[in-house]
């Protein structure tokens, strides 16, 4: 895309750093935002590598003020905003009947209600660029669990928010999905699992092993491969897709 620009949110790590660094490939500059200034640094020389400008921006996305800031940012940058990827926000698992009211909305105020924040500022910007948008779901929004009661409400929620947004979207001519991944081990995932396994007697490898044929599927997903739904979803290819929840989780989900 000759002179377009992405906003990638969450781009420090993760799902986030792998889908910056992939839609510097189609994309002249990446907008990278995240609260981890040294992790974004990482990202954007990768980002640069590919062949793409970047700004980089380190803010707190929970924080009412940071989405005018991270649009006035990256126009002042390039000028425009061409497509906009909300995937900000890790949510603790922590069992339902022990999580904090301030845990619960912590992770509100950063996933579901930071993408909505820097969605709507976003967004003459991107009616004027007929550009799109991706927000960031989960396979928890369609079977919540106690251990992980808030990351399934809010996935859930940020799907119903998705399908707002494209409603809007149809009179305005911004493409809005949302993106529902499964398993992915990523390093936050792999952190977790190191707390998790000695606590259930095994090692970190016997965890990652164990947990896909739990959940019968033939492994963990990667970055990368999210990254690349992603960058179809953003591409001219897929225009007509709008309103839609895309899940690639390795047939996790065995119902229709």
Partial sequence: MPDSVAVVTGASQGIGRAT??????DFTSVVLVARNRSHLE????????????TRVIDLDLSAPAAARTVVDEALA??????????????????????????????????????????????????VE????????SGNSAIFPKAPYA???TINAAI????????????????????????AVLTGRRRSYLEHWAPAHGMTVEDAISRFPQEAEIERFGQAEEIAELIGFLVSPAARWMTGSTLRMDGGEVKSV
């Avoid at 910056?20 to 490939?25: D, F, K, T, Y």
């Avoid at 990482?42 to 400008?53: C, E």
């Fill in 77 to 126: 940058a390039f000028g425009r905003i061409d497509t906009l990827v909300n995937i900000a926000g890790a949510v603790p698992q922590i069992d339902l009947f022990e999580m904090t009211d301030e845990q619960w909305d912590a992770g509100m105020a950063l996933k579901l209600h930071g993408a909505r924040r820097l969605t709507i500022e976003a967004w003459p910007a991107l």
């Fill in 20 to 25: 910056a660094i992939r839609l510097a490939r």
């Fill in 129 to 136: 660029a007929k550009g799109s948008v991706v927000l960031m």
């Fill in 150 to 152: 808030a990351v399934g």
């Fill in 159 to 182: 799907a119903a928010l998705a399908k707002a947004f494209s409603d809007r979207g149809i009179t305005d001519g911004v493409q809005v999905n949302s993106v529902m991944p499964g």
């Fill in 42 to 53: 990482d990202t954007a020389a990768q980002v640069r590598a590919a062949g793409a400008g």
